[in-house]
């Protein structure tokens, strides 16, 4: 599958050696699996960075890829039409761009790296794992969603420029850690965690409330508030 060009599965898929020796196939273009699997046997299947898997799967990557590896640039959109989870049995992966694209949304189950992601549609659920951001995020028709217990958000170098978060979010920890990350709280509702760690960058409370159940600890960045800002510690 080369760059550029688009293979769409309407059923599943098996690929398998004829040989019997174990082959390696790359593949640089767009794979639409819809809920179909690919299956694979004596066969090591690699996802370049220039890849895009988009999957509906309601086990997402390994429901629709098993035993698929991938480059740390590979693009994931997840677009089923049922609850899907990230679908990443490795330790905190390392993804390229992941777009959030199921109304009934997805939740992540596992730590993870993006470079960039958007949410279109649906709710992204950290559940309780840690997603790191290391590039871009938007999200213009769901949002992101977690739980105080075990959910963090991680701003990591060189992520850079304006983060906006403007609904609802409860978290374990946020963490700020990218020298020129600006993390804007702009809306009306709260945003709560346990504890907050501002190592580098900046965080805007403006016309929002943080809660704080238990730590605030800032080790070389900045906290901004506004003349309708609420900051409640403890």
Known sequence: LMDGNTLVLDTDMNIESSTGVIHDITAGGIIDCGTNVVSLFDVNFYLLNTATAILAHPDGFQGNLPGTSYSPQ???IYNGTVVQSTGFTN????VGLMSIENSSGVVLDSDIVVDTLEIFDGNFNLSDFKLSIAGAFSYTGGQLIGN????ALEFIAPAN???FINTDLHLDS??????????RLDGTGFLYTNNTVLRLGQLFIEDANLDIQESLVN?????HGGPNAGLIIG
Do not use: H, K, R, Y
């Open 148 to 151: 105080i217990a075990g959910s």
């Open 174 to 183: 946020l963490i700020i850690d990218s020298e020129f990350a600006e993390v």
């Open 91 to 94: 330790n905190s992966p390392n």
């Open 219 to 223: 080790e070389g960045g900045v906290l």
């Open 161 to 163: 420029g304006d983060f």
């Open 74 to 76: 590979t693009t994931f």
